[in-house]
């Protein structure tokens, strides 16, 4: 199945063992290198080269099937043959030729192992009953799709990035899906303890349910599935399992020719195996004792392989693992050395937080430079971190200091310019894309975003880095402004009106008669009314503070942000009408004017951020933070002696 473009009696060429991403980028490097070359592929599947990364999204439905094959895009005239659904079974180093599960021998000068990994099943009892899947390959996910049609209740065993893609992609699907991890945090090899957490948080806020800390003893069930028994007893009731386990490298090809075998396929920094004339890419090679279980490095060791068959030099000294997800609708994001785990001695870190927006980040810094960082909620600039993060860049202090205030590295002028990053740099991490290939595509005649995205395959998973390719072309994509943006502009425009009223009118005068139908002054010579409003003041600043408080600590998280916001601003409000009633908007003297003006200054600057966050998305990424942080600090300021400035009018109203 699938072979075509074939000459017989050439040279033997180039084999290529495995049409998995690594494969398919190694052929499309070596042609754009060599359009010549002669290369023969190998696939294991009844398909043509697919997306594996998009396996989450055809699962969920988001995509159909024929978008995410993805053939060798190679010249019309190369001497290219490729051989789909045809395992290669065994190799024959002496003679420099493989054999096909059809029996057939294929001679090779050079050849490429690039065979990726299988799913790991741990060993539990009933472990191999009916309903109990793996996720790793189009059969697995045609599997599961079949399956969602009558499954009621899903849990997925292992809280890693597979393990979140498949339980949404399932929970769309219409099924109640858990996730289990042993750990006591998802995403612990890619995340910090705060990320993770709101990950969690998200999650359930989804309706998938998250169970940490407890491993799995047990399937239950006689003939099928019927659920999982953790190690601490509890037990889970499931008709489906999924098991996202990690992976084991498939080493078996390279054990039986007698290649060095550790973890995966041992290789160099030219990714040669012992066998000098053959390579191992992928999921399958183990380089520095350390096999790569993301799709990133196995792209950069093609690219390498590429051009060492090419005679050109090339070495492989590692990867800095970045990834990202987006399928459980957030964007989380993790570089380097992120995790509380592989944080080293010296190592520091710097947080930003903007609990209104939904935001968190953190930078590692280990002797002045960038070595890993985190993301939770959008990053407009994420590309430039991981890239600075994978260089191990210079993060200067007053860098850091920014970064700790408004979130962002660079100013925000320079922000997005893309045209200005190393060419090495990715601008695609879900393809693997740099922007050295993206202005190569621009040169040979993409005339616009998407046929460059059509062109190059970026931004054609998650999407996130569409914005960054409109700016080849001149383009800014709009921002879209926060949750409540509305709500926020209306009421924060209501109380600068209110306060700007009250800047141009005298407070209200006590009556010079007693001849009125509606004594209004009886608010300030009547003891109970004057007490009455003024604890309600009171005790609407105590709110205010509750919220002040529940937006800088971690474990204050009740509803969303942008909901507690448009609440503060009408809270805001409110206090500015008791305020009317308790005082009639007279200064006074000494203390009271003290008072008077803080709480007047806090409406006005409260007013004016909340102005500031509603039409951030208008001004640019750095900018409009950067203004918003400083009014929102100005308030915060401000609002902090009202509660000591209210202690002492309380004392000396009863104490006098």
């Keep these: 199945m699938g072979e075509h473009r074939q000459q017989a009696g050439a040279d033997p060429g180039i084999v290529v063992v495995g049409s998995g991403p690594a494969g398919l980028r190694l052929v499309q490097e070596l042609y754009a290198l060599h359009p010549l070359a002669r290369v023969t592929l190998f696939g294991g599947e009844p398909w043509e080269p697919y997306d594996r990364v998009a396996l989450s999204l055809f699962l969920a439905g988001e995509v159909a099937a024929g978008d995410i094959f993805c053939p060798p895009r190679v010249p019309d005239a190369a001497p290219f043959c490729a051989h789909y659904n045809l395992p290669i079974v065994a190799i ?131 003939e099928r599935c019927e659920g999982l028994r953790l190690r601490s007893g509890r037990e889970l009731p499931a008709d489906t399992l999924v098991l996202a386990t990690g992976i084991r490298p498939n080493t078996a090809l390279a054990l039986d020719a007698g290649l060095a075998v550790r973890d995966g396929i041992v290789v160099n920094d030219a990714l040669q195996t012992s066998d000098p004339d053959i390579y191992a890419i992928g999921e399958c090679a183990e380089h520095g004792g350390r096999v790569y279980g993301i799709v990133a490095p196995a792209l950069e060791q093609a690219a390498v392989v590429a051009h060492r068959l090419c005679d050109q030099p090339a070495a492989y000294h590692g990867s800095t693992l970045a990834t990202r997800l987006k399928v459980v609708g957030c964007a989380v994001f993790s570089v380097g050395r992120a995790a509380e785990d592989d944080l080293q001695p010296g190592d520091r870190k710097v947080v930003y937080r903007d609990d209104a927006a939904g935001v968190y980040r953190s930078l590692v810094i280990s002797g002045g430079r960038l070595v890993g960082a985190v993301g939770f909620g959008p990053w407009d600039d994420w590309q430039r971190v991981q890239e600075a993060a994978s260089r191990r860049a210079r993060c200067w202090p007053w860098q850091q200091r920014r970064f700790a205030r408004c979130g962002t590295v660079w100013p925000g002028t320079h922000e997005q310019d893309i045209t200005a990053w190393p060419a090495a740099a990715t601008v695609c991490a879900c393809k693997g894309i740099s922007r050295g290939a993206l202005s190569r595509a621009v040169a040979a005649g993409c005339a616009d975003a998407p046929a460059l995205s059509r062109a190059t395959g970026a931004g054609t998973v998650c999407g996130s880095c569409q914005p960054l390719l409109a700016q080849f072309y001149g383009h800014t994509l709009a921002r879209q402004p926060v949750a409540g943006a509305r709500w926020l502009a209306g009421g924060s425009l209501l109380a600068a009106l209110v306060l700007v009223v009250l800047a141009l009118t005298p407070g209200w005068s006590y009556p010079d008669t007693f001849d009125l139908e509606l004594r209004w002054d009886r608010l300030w010579r009547s003891g109970e009314l004057k007490q009455l409003t003024g604890f309600s003041l009171l005790g609407l600043a105590v709110l205010g503070l509750v919220l002040s408080l529940r937006k800088r600590f971690e474990r204050l998280r009740l509803g969303s942000f942008g909901a507690w916001r448009v609440v503060h601003v009408m809270l805001g409000l409110l206090a500015l009408l008791v305020l009317g009633l308790h005082t009639g908007f007279r200064v006074g003297s000494n203390l009271n004017a003290w008072l008077m003006v803080d709480f007047l200054a806090l409406a006005a600057l409260g007013s004016v951020a909340g102005l500031v966050t509603a039409f951030e998305h208008r001004a640019g990424p750095g900018r409009g933070k950067a203004l918003r942080s400083r009014f929102t600090w100005l308030h915060i300021v401000l609002f902090w002696p009202l509660p000591v400035l209210l202690g002492f009018h309380v004392l000396k109203t009863y104490y006098f």
């Design 92 to 222: 024959d180093r002496p003679a420099r030729r493989v054999r096909d599960a059809a029996g057939a021998w294929h001679a090779y000068d050079r050849l490429v192992l690039s065979v990726g990994s299988r799913p790991h099943v741990p060993g539990i009892p009933g472990v191999d009953l009916p309903g109990v899947y793996t996720f790793r390959d189009m059969n697995d996910a045609q599997r599961l799709m079949a399956r969602t049609a009558r499954s009621h209740r899903t849990l997925v065993l292992g809280g890693g990035l597979l393990g979140l893609e498949a339980a949404r992609a399932l929970q769309r699907a219409g099924t109640d899906v858990t996730v289990v991890d042993h750990g006591p945090r998802l995403l612990g090899r890619q995340l910090d303890a705060a990320a993770s957490e709101r990950v969690s948080t998200h999650l359930r806020r989804l309706g998938i349910g998250v169970v940490l800390g407890d491993g799995a003893a047990q399937v239950l069930g006689a």
